[in-house]
């Protein structure tokens, strides 16, 4: 049977039925080449394919090159289509997306992504970025609920690391949020969205204009018209982010005087006022490092290099201890012609394929810019960024110059990114190729060609000929050469203190030298203090004293820890009454409530025994360790939080029993999470609900007409709801009176049924649900649909938020 000819889907051969095998017949003479293949648009070099998001400038497009032989795999990139007509209309706009192009131009991270090239026709610019395929980070989230603290982990340092370099370079993100960042395939974190960012200067490192979104964006952006530090406003971003990752939903989100976060006056008095509290499923490092990040007043606030050093972070010091100078450096190593010459391009990449774009780069001028040099292999400030507006040869000596970088850059194995020469570089080569293993090209740096008598030249010249601002560099000298060690086949950074535990701020000499400990032989049988010769009486702090003990051998031993131990107030009675405060020790702040840690006896022995590991305090933390808010030992005196901790955590009861009932409560809770969803008819996921006619509404971050909702919500003065310097330390509210929200907070185990508000809030990220989770609530009655109605707005507002920027 003769086979019957496929229609064929390119335009301009749609084949009419009833003479299709004639028409295919001459289209196949006509086009042989052409059989079964689908015409495509194209931009400059780049095939176009589907949409693979949509932003406030517009579609982002998936692209890839033209092979040239069947052997060539196509390079992957991913495209944002500006039309260039919206961005004349709109000043601000324009200003965006230039500050995202220069941004971009200057870093080569691992988890920054990379500026491919930029072009443009009559009708668009196009940002060419590296095509990340492992989807949006939220999603992510979402899908997971939450993720495992490892995971968690490994990509805060990620962030942190993409974080510090852009900071290095002098830059500031200023919209971080987890719709900002991206996974690649291999699950490493990919930051984007630069339309925000600006350069700080040493001298001056404050700014003025607020950005960011709401829900991320620091205190000191919205209840301030003062100028503010930026980089701590990257900082409490990233603090978000962070808790977003482990609890699965983002802190302060659940004030029911303000539902829809609109008021973000509001918003932002409820962030400084209400003490941040966490799911009992976060355990004591991260909450610590959280707590440090997490500090309205920005003073006070963590700066990147301690978190750096935060012990969760432990298992990711060598990653994080690489120099934001490693990443230009091996850009260098790999090209170091591009160095010398200012006249690069990045085109490597589509080598032997753009040879036969001749038509298309007719039409879609290649947009270079002759300060290229400039550009992510220097490390060094930027000084001048004139420009110079150049003529199509700058672009054909562009192309010229691609074979060279093509050849450098074809490097298939990800893990010989860089060239390697010393044993350092490979220790971290090795690292950082654990963190990306996108197998970036370094090749050439993107730049902007401004074509004389192109539409868009004169506006374009005007902004890339900003007067050059200095980016000064951040004073940084860490792990040079010589502070490298040999261990084994390795060069390893020499360890630097890395304060495990805590005893901020107190003027006392012992603290800052450092090495207090708590020997285990000053412990007598009672647990009490046997050797009072060394103990440091550490006054001032909420009028009590405290007592440190501090051994100097013990010291060498315990390497950078400082632990504090002190009587609390129920010593008198009870031998198992000892404080340990943990932290920071460069953060230079007094221990706030939350910072003590009650513990009994063992645990304390344990702990030195343990030279004071962290880790492995913290574990048991988990199940033994109950958080003091208050110093006094009024532990009643907690929020809903904290006697949600200390379900089970009852420093008397066992290890094992107060294990079980922390598992018993956290499977309650996720239990009643996935149970609360499940009854909600039709609910399928966080991102769709219902309006008053049950009609399914799409959620999504952007409003109806694609475009982002905005919001220009000035705060003044007057309306600053909160002194930021008293709110650092965050007051515990008393259960007896009403918190924020208007609810008791006094049960101390979880239940979704008498708190379905906090079910409600914890589940905003979940995705999916299982059907037969639901059981429980099933029937549920009315209210069940009162849960349901605040749900559906809870997470349209919660997506609306997440969209806004103030
Ligand atoms: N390099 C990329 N690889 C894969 N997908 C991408 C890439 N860049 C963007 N996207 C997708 O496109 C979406 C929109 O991109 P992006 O947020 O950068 O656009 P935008 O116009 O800057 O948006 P906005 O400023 O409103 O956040 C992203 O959420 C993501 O899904």
């Known amino acids: 049977m003769a086979s019957v000819p496929k229609r064929h889907t390119y335009s301009g051969n749609v084949v009419a039925n009833k003479n299709h095998h004639s028409l295919h017949m001459n289209n196949e003479i006509l086009h042989p080449i052409r059989k079964n293949q689908r015409k495509h648009a194209t931009f400059g070099p780049y095939i176009i394919g589907s949409t693979l998001g949509e932003g406030e400038f517009g579609k982002v497009k998936l692209g890839w090159t033209k092979a040239s032989s069947p052997t060539e795999v196509?390079?992957?990139?991913?495209?944002?289509?500006?039309?260039?007509?919206?961005?004349?209309?709109?000043?601000?706009?324009e200003v965006k997306i230039y500050r995202e192009i220069n941004a971009l131009k200057h870093l080569t991270h691992p988890n920054i992504i990379y500026l491919e090239e930029v072009l443009?026709?009559?009708?668009?610019?196009?940002?060419?970025?590296?095509?990340?395929?492992?989807?949006?980070?939220?999603?992510?989230?979402?899908?997971?609920?939450?993720?495992?603290?490892?995971?968690?982990?490994?990509?805060?340092?990620?962030?942190?690391?993409?974080?510090?370099?852009?900071?290095?370079?002098?830059?500031?993100?200023?919209?971080?949020k987890l719709e900002n960042l991206l996974l690649d395939k291999h699950e490493n974190l990919v930051i984007t969205d630069f339309g925000f960012v600006n350069e700080f200067f040493k001298d001056n490192e404050l700014m003025n204009t607020s950005c960011g979104s709401p829900c991320y964006a620091a205190p000191e952006l919205v209840v301030s018209t003062k100028p503010y530090e930026a980089r701590k406003a990257d900082v409490w971003s990233c603090g978000?982010?962070?808790?977003?990752?482990?609890?699965?939903?983002?802190?302060?989100?659940?004030?029911?005087?303000?539902?829809?976060?609109?008021?973000?006056?509001?918003?932002?008095?409820?962030?400084?006022?209400?003490?941040?509290?966490?799911?009992?499923?976060?355990?004591?490092?991260?909450?610590?490092?959280?707590?440090?990040?997490?500090?309205?007043?920005?003073?006070?606030?963590?700066?990147?290099?301690?978190?750096?050093?935060?012990e969760w972070l432990k298992p990711h010091y060598t990653f994080l201890n690489i120099q934001p100078n490693y990443w230009d450096e091996q850009l260098q190593k790999q090209h170091p012609q591009l160095s010398n010459r200012g006249d690069v391009g990045r085109h490597s990449t589509y080598s032997s394929s753009a040879s036969s774009d001749l038509k298309s780069r007719d039409r879609n001028t290649l947009i270079t810019k002759s300060t290229m040099e400039q550009s992510r292999i220097s490390s060094?400030?930027?000084?001048?960024?004139?420009?110079?507006?150049?003529?199509?040869?700058?672009?054909?000596?562009?192309f010229n110059n691609r074979k060279d970088y093509s050849v450098a850059s074809e490097r298939t194995s990800e893990s010989s990114k860089y060239t390697c020469n010393t044993k350092s570089d490979a220790q971290m080569e090795k690292t950082a190729a654990k963190h990306s293993f996108r197998g970036k090209k370094h090749t050439s740096v993107a730049g902007l060609i401004t074509i004389p008598g192109s539409p868009t030249t004169a506006r374009t010249k005007n902004i890339l000929s900003e007067p050059t601002e200095h980016v000064s560099r951040p004073d940084r000298?860490?792990?040079?050469?010589?502070?490298?060690?040999?261990?084994?086949?390795?060069?390893?950074?020499?360890?630097?203190?890395?304060?495990?535990?805590?005893?901020?701020?107190?003027?006392?000499?012992?603290v800052d030298n450092s090495l207090l400990d708590i020997p285990i032989n000053k412990l007598d049988s009672n647990g009490k203090l046997a050797d009072n010769r060394n103990v440091i009486s550490l006054p001032n702090f909420e009028g009590k004293s405290l007592k440190a003990v501090q051994d100097s051998t013990k010291a060498t031993v315990s390497n950078n820890s400082i632990v504090l131990l002190s009587e609390g107030p129920a010593a008198k009675t009870s031998p198992v009454d000892y404080y340990y405060a943990t932290g920071d020790l460069n953060h230079g702040d007094r221990p706030t409530a939350e910072t003590i840690v009650k513990m009994n006896k063992d645990l304390a022995n344990k702990a030195v025994e343990n030279s004071f590991s962290q880790e492995k305090v913290d574990q048991e933390s988990v199940s033994i360790v109950s958080i003091v808010k208050d110093f006094n030992g009024s532990a009643d005196e907690?929020?809903?939080?904290?006697?949600?901790?200390?379900?089970?955590?009852?420093?008397?009861?066992?290890?094992?029993?107060?294990?079980?009932?922390?598992k018993k409560n956290y499977e309650r809770k996720r239990f009643s999470f996935m149970s609360l969803y499940s009854t909600l008819n039709g609910s399928r996921s966080t991102v769709e609900s219902r309006n008053s006619k049950g009609n399914a509404i799409p959620v999504s971050s952007r409003n109806p007409s694609g475009q982002s909702n905005k919001t220009n919500t000035k705060i003044t003065q007057q309306q600053?709801?909160?002194?930021?310097?008293?709110?650092?330390?965050?007051?515990?509210?008393?259960?007896?009176?009403?918190?924020?929200?208007?609810?008791?907070?006094?049960?101390?185990?979880?239940?979704?049924?008498?708190?379905?508000?906090?079910?409600?809030?914890?589940?905003?990220?979940?995705?999916?649900l299982r059907e037969e989770d639901g059981s429980a609530w099933s029937n549920n009655g009315d209210n069940n649909i009162e849960v349901q109605t605040s749900t559906a707005r809870k997470v349209l507002n919660f997506f609306k938020r997440r969209s806004m920027r103030v």
């Not at 939220?138 to 852009?166: P, T």
């Not at 990752?245 to 659940?254: I, R, V």
């Not at 060094?380 to 000596?397: E, F, H, I």
């Not at 600053?720 to 330390?729: G, Y």
């Open 240 to 310: 978000v982010i962070l808790y977003a990752m482990l609890a699965g939903y983002l802190p302060w989100d659940d004030d029911h005087e303000n539902p829809t976060g609109d008021d973000i006056a509001r918003l932002y008095q409820y962030i400084t006022q209400t003490p941040l509290k966490f799911p009992e499923y976060i355990t004591p490092v991260p909450r610590d490092l959280l707590r440090r990040i997490l500090v309205p007043n920005p003073r006070r606030r963590v700066s990147l290099r301690s978190i750096e050093r935060h």
């Open 380 to 398: 060094q400030p930027t000084t001048n960024r004139s420009v110079s507006s150049t003529s199509n040869n700058d672009s054909k000596l562009a």
């Open 720 to 768: 600053q709801p909160h002194n930021l310097s008293d709110s650092s330390i965050l007051k515990v509210p008393n259960p007896e009176k009403n918190t924020n929200d208007g609810r008791r907070r006094k049960n101390t185990s979880y239940n979704a049924e008498n708190n379905p508000a906090r079910s409600v809030r914890a589940s905003v990220m979940v995705s999916t």
């Open 120 to 176: 443009q026709n009559s009708k668009y610019i196009g940002i060419v970025l590296e095509f990340v395929s492992g989807g949006e980070f939220y999603k992510y989230i979402q899908r997971k609920r939450r993720l495992k603290e490892s995971s968690a982990c490994r990509l805060f340092a990620q962030l942190i690391s993409g974080v510090n370099y852009m900071h290095y370079k002098g830059l500031v993100h200023r919209d971080l």
């Open 74 to 93: 196509p390079k992957q990139v991913a495209i944002k289509l500006i039309r260039r007509d919206t961005i004349k209309k709109d000043a601000d706009k």
């Open 638 to 662: 907690e929020g809903s939080e904290t006697q949600q901790e200390n379900v089970g955590h009852s420093s008397n009861k066992s290890d094992i029993s107060s294990d079980k009932e922390n």
């Open 477 to 510: 000298q860490r792990f040079t050469q010589e502070e490298f060690h040999r261990i084994g086949n390795y060069h390893v950074p020499r360890s630097r203190p890395r304060p495990t535990s805590y005893y901020p701020g107190l003027s006392c000499n012992a």
